[in-house]
Nanobody, 122 residues
């Protein structure tokens, strides 16, 4: 079955950087559109970024210019590089596989990983 394992979260000061990673198995990774979403307590899961198999990228407005998503099809991995982090970026970040529809809608993703906590202190 499809498995997604995230890593790389942690505590960072505002303005700092973190690089998350997601390792995927059980799917044809080279043709999958991979995405990242985040969630804070009491809020709905929010789309953050996505990357197609050809390297086309998509970002929510609040992270444009600060986050960069990339992938390595040979390793079945996807990497969001997060820079200029803000306290409002604090959330649990999840890797997921895009299913269909609006790529900016977190409800259109399946096979969620367990998530990795990112905490940005002010």
């Amino acid at each position: 079955q499809v498995q997604l394992v995230e890593s790389g979260g942690g505590l960072v000061q505002a303005g700092g950087s973190l690089r998350l990673s997601c390792t995927a198995s059980g799917l044809i990774f080279s043709t999958a559109i991979m995405g990242w979403c985040r969630q804070t307590p009491g809020k709905e899961r929010e789309f953050v970024s996505a990357v197609t198999w050809t390297g086309d990228t998509f970002y929510t407005d609040s992270v444009k210019g600060r986050f960069t998503i990339s992938r390595d099809n040979a390793k079945n991995m996807v990497y969001p590089q997060m820079s200029s982090l803000k306290p409002e970026d604090t959330a649990v970040y999840f890797c997921a596989v895009f299913r269909s529809g609006d790529i900016y809608n977190s409800r259109n993703y399946d096979y969620w990983g367990q998530g990795t906590q990112v905490t940005v202190s002010s």
